[in-house]
């Protein structure tokens, strides 16, 4: 299992990654990689009874709102624009 771990999850996924830089935007694919735990949660939940507590959802809201706030960028007004 630890060899499956190693090679699949980790080293494949980081040259697929690389692989995907060469076809879609950064953004699309940063968008992939911080959905990728959402996702897996979300699959744990519904399929392994997992439990998903209030403080996990806070914390994972924290760090999209980082994730956000570092990719946001203002669109200029009127002023700024003359």
Do not use: C
């Not at 499956?4 to 940063?30: M, Q, R, S």
């Not at 897996?40 to 009874?49: C, S």
């Not at 760090?63 to 669109?75: A, E, H, M, S």
């Amino acid at each position: 299992s630890l060899f499956y771990v190693i090679l699949f999850t980790t080293f494949l996924a980081y040259l697929l990654n690389g692989f995907a830089l060469t076809k879609v935007h950064p953004g699309v694919l940063g968008a992939y990689i911080y959905l990728q735990p959402v996702i897996a949660t979300l699959i744990a939940v519904a399929f392994r009874g997992d439990e998903l507590p209030l403080q996990k959802i806070i914390f994972g809201s924290i760090i999209f709102l980082g994730v956000f706030l570092v990719g946001y960028t203002p669109k200029p007004t009127e002023n700024e624009a003359a």
